[in-house]
């Protein structure tokens, strides 16, 4: 029972420092945040499918992330949760096409109405349709496209997150 909770917190903690990684690769191009977003951490968000650990990392990290990047606090929080119910949405998934649907649908539901509330002064339906393109565009590119290139890649291997019993 010990070796399975250890098991589940450090793998957490493993995927919250990816996250944390890639989306500040990400942040040091410019490309983490504003109305245009490719965080390449959101790559992860397919991590779920294989394990239940990958749900608290990917916000975590997200978290982490936001904070250190300097986001305003309705931002960290609800740019997070965002995460936090695509990535648990995503684990629930039983066709591995639709895993990155849910981190996309979340992200660009709330985060064009962070970015509009918390960072624009122009508040407009153009504004708000505008930013939300440029996050759909982000999420797909980087939830879909690299998260599914990174799920495929782990389906052939998936036995490596299986536990085994002693």
């Not at 890639?22 to 490309?31: A, I, K, Q």
């Amino acid at each position: 029972m010990k070796n399975s909770k250890a098991l589940y917190l450090t793998q957490a903690a493993l995927v919250a420092a990816m996250y944390f990684v890639l989306t500040w690769l990400s942040n040091f191009v410019g490309l983490a945040s504003g109305a245009v977003q490719l965080r390449l951490g959101e790559a992860l968000c397919v991590l779920p499918f294989f394990m239940p650990a990958a749900v608290p990392g990917l916000f975590v990290g997200c978290i982490i992330s936001n904070l250190t990047m300097g986001s305003v606090i309705f931002d960290t929080v609800f740019g997070s949760l965002a995460t936090l119910v695509g990535a648990f949405v995503a684990g629930k998934a039983k066709n591995k096409w639709l895993v990155p649907l849910p981190t996309v649908l979340a992200n660009t539901v709330v985060v064009p109405l962070v970015i509009l509330f918390c960072y624009t002064e122009v508040r407009s339906l153009g504004v708000y349709l505008t930013i939300t393109a440029g996050v759909f565009a982000g999420e797909v590119l980087s939830a879909y496209a690299l998260g599914m290139v990174l799920l495929l890649a782990l389906d052939k291997h998936k036995e490596i997150f299986q536990q085994k019993k002693r």
